[in-house]
T-cell receptor, first 114, second 116 residues
Framework: DTGVSQNPRHKITKRGQNVTFRCDPI?????LYWYRQTLGQGPEFLTY????????KSRLLSDRFSAERPKGSFSTLEIQRTEQGDSAMYLC????????????FGPGTRLTVL | AQSVTQLGSHVSVSEGALVLLRCNYS??????LFWYVQYPNQGLQLLLK??????LVKGINGFEAEFKKSETSFHLTKPSAHMSDAAEYFC??????????????FGQGTTLQVKP
């Protein structure tokens, strides 16, 4: 297994456009997390899944954001009608809930909204 | 609620000198504590973690940290800095356990500069 992968690595879009990011977790991990990191800050929790169920969403996740994890495998994070304030690094992490929840992070997707 | 405070947004040391990065946490439940390192334009790599048991934990690349419940601290140390240690370091706390969310609450990060 090569770890957590995220695609694309970089995305530049114009304000008002929709974007979708994909995360492929480590195959045996049942939990998947999304975080957002802005410049000079620590990552902030957005949402997480246990298997295919989305169990918690942060208040940071406005109505323009939606995440899915069909069949409990890969996950997608969609942002509709992007705003300049959405520019950030979006990080995905996966874990096994039985292993002290040690999270393994992907390389991130850097979003720039012009 | 949980929170993390990292004291010092920038720390500069000479190569070979002691590295000390400070982290204090707040948690209403027994915490799980983590230190992650981030190199430019990359994701986060786990350095070490405290869950239960021994309070002095050793991690990769010669780093270690001590959980001090009375001081609510989890400071990161390394006896001798190497140029390759220059990076951003994040302390994080979670509620841990399979019955909890396990989401990580991060500090704002400390940039470590290593001077030759």
């Amino acid at each position: 297994d090569t770890g957590v992968s995220q695609n694309p690595r970089h995305k530049i879009t114009k304000r008002g456009q929709n974007v979708t990011f994909r995360c492929d977790p480590i195959s045996e991990h049942n939990r998947l997390y999304w975080y957002r990191q802005t410049l000079g800050q620590g990552p902030e929790f957005l949402t997480y899944f246990q298997n295919e169920a989305q169990l918690e969403k942060s208040r940071l996740l406005s109505d323009r954001f939606s995440a899915e994890r069909p069949k409990g495998s890969f996950s997608t994070l969609e942002i509709q009608r992007t705003e300049q304030g959405d520019s950030a690094m979006y990080l995905c992490a996966s874990s096994n809930s039985g292993s002290y929840n040690e999270q393994f992070f992907g390389p991130g997707t850097r979003l720039t909204v012009l | 609620a949980q929170s993390v405070t990292q004291l010092g947004s920038h720390v500069s040391v000479s190569e070979g000198a002691l590295v000390l990065l400070r982290c204090n946490y707040s948690s209403s439940v027994p915490p799980y504590l983590f230190w992650y390192v981030q190199y430019p334009n990359q994701g986060l790599q786990l350095l070490l973690k405290y869950t239960t048991g021994a309070t002095l934990v050793k991690g990769i690349n010669g780093f270690e940290a001590e959980f001090k419940k009375s001081e609510t601290s989890f400071h990161l140390t390394k006896p001798s800095a190497h140029m390759s240690d220059a990076a951003e370091y994040f302390c994080a706390v979670s509620d841990g356990g399979s019955s909890n969310t396990g989401k990580l609450i991060f500090g704002q990060g400390t940039t470590l500069q290593v001077k030759p």
